[in-house]
């Protein structure tokens, strides 16, 4: 089945740093990779999708410069929260999408970000 | 908006019972998908469904899409504490090929042993 890998699972960052967040399809193309926040006991907020090659869109409400995401090649994206803060303490998901499946996203594993 | 009302939100259960979970939306969906997903860990796909009417069945856990392709449910057949999580559905737009997913709030379960 499609693979998709999140690093690092977990980060743990002081307030003002800047945090980078892989997303990487081990075994297949991702043409679009998607964004996700999550909440505890909550379902999933997607805040943007990327297309490989071209500028994320954002979803309403989502800074897209405190949000960057870049989609250089068709098995990595990245998402780099800048200047953190503790709200922005959360759980990120990233999904793929791509050749042969293209009605499915599979998910990664999630990165547990927290801001001190 | 297209927008997915999951219901409920909560359920807590003892083993051996019966359960359904119910995803419904005044829009159509081109998909629909069902999704697990454990504490600290990504939502892991149980199914996708795409044809109004359909039924699928994975062991103990029987998926369907209404005909209108408007709702959608998920029934588990005598639970089992590994049952225990937070199950997502989640609409493919037929609107654009955006890929993105409309995702329902989610319903916690939680089977007693």
């Known amino acids: 089945g499609a693979v998709v890998s999140q690093h690092p699972s977990w980060v743990i960052c002081k307030s003002g740093t800047s945090v980078k967040i892989e997303c990487r399809s081990l075994?297949?193309?991702?043409?679009?990779m998607f964004w996700y926040r999550q909440f505890p006991k909550q379902s999933l907020m997607l805040m943007a999708t990327s297309n490989e090659g071209s500028k994320a869109t954002y979803e309403q409400g989502v800074e897209k410069d405190k949000f960057l995401i870049n989609h250089a090649s068709l098995t990595l994206s990245t998402l780099t929260v800048t200047s953190a803060h503790p709200e922005d303490s959360s759980f990120y998901i990233c999904?793929?999408?791509?050749?042969?499946?293209?009605?499915?996203?599979?998910f990664g594993p999630g990165t547990r970000l927290t801001v001190l | 908006t297209q927008l997915l009302e999951q219901s409920p939100q909560f359920l807590s259960i003892q083993e051996g019972e019966n359960l359904t979970v119910y995803c419904n939306s005044s829009?159509?969906?081109?998909?629909l998908q069902w999704y697990r997903q454990e504490p600290g860990e990504g939502p892991v796909l149980l199914v996708t469904v795409v044809t109004g009417g359909e039924v699928k069945k994975l062991k103990r856990l029987t998926f369907q899409f209404g005909d209108a392709r408007k709702d959608s449910s998920l029934h588990i057949t005598a639970a089992q504490p590994g049952d225990t999580g937070l199950y997502l559905c989640a609409g493919g737009s037929g609107s654009s090929n955006t890929g993105k997913l409309i995702f329902g709030q989610g319903t916690t379960l939680q089977v007693k042993p």
């Open positions: 999904s793929a999408r791509g050749y042969p499946s293209y009605n499915e996203q599979f």
């Open positions: 829009s159509v969906f081109s998909s």
């Open positions: 075994d297949f193309q991702a043409t679009t």
